[in-house]
């Protein structure tokens, strides 16, 4: 009795976040919207590629710290947190959340003596504090972050 083939599997080529579905409209914000004013302003559109998404859901809230937001640049992806899709938060301050991880893509890692990797090193922040309302966003998210904690 002949053995059995076993079926070949096949592999995407591409990582498996390019082919989730993504959705950029929010409630109050349109994400690409944003990615692509910021874009012209700061990078002058050279930051191609790009998928801007909302993150998932949770079921429960973030109790000590948030992350606002995350690039992955394997794949171009940039998630946001789905709680900045609220009315109480200013435009501005999604754009300085959305400027600081376009930022991550443009300006490249540096590394320490020991070789570790430093992403907001000096240069980093330098540039960070280009964003037009840089102070004041900062400012609002050190007061407004008990809100989106418990």
């Known amino acids: 009795m002949a053995a059995k083939r076993k079926r070949k599997v096949s592999y995407p080529k591409l990582p498996m976040q390019r082919q989730l579905p993504f959705a950029n ?18 990078f002058g559109n050279k930051m ?11 079921k429960q809230k973030p109790r000590e710290y948030l992350v606002f937001g995350t690039i ?3 794949d171009k ?7 900045l899709d ?9 754009e300085y959340v ?3 991880e ?3 893509a443009f ?14 090193h000096d240069d980093f922040n330098r540039r960070e504090r280009k964003f037009y309302f840089y102070r004041r966003a900062k400012k609002w998210e050190e007061e407004n972050l008990a809100r989106f904690l418990q």
Do not use: C, S
Not at 25 to 42: H, I, M, S, T
Not at 48 to 57: A, E, K, L, P, V
């Open 102 to 104: 376009m930022l991550h």
């Open 25 to 42: 409209e929010g409630r109050y914000f349109d994400l690409q919207e944003v990615f692509n004013k910021l874009n012209a302003r700061y």
């Open 48 to 58: 191609r590629g790009y998928t801007i998404t909302w993150g998932r859901r949770r």
């Open 86 to 94: 609220a009315r109480f938060v200013p435009t501005w301050f999604l």
């Open 77 to 83: 992806v940039i998630r946001i947190h789905p709680l």
């Open 107 to 120: 300006v490249p890692d540096q590394f320490d003596q020991n070789g570790r990797r430093l992403v907001h």
């Open 72 to 74: 992955q640049e394997a």
């Open 98 to 100: 959305i400027y600081h």
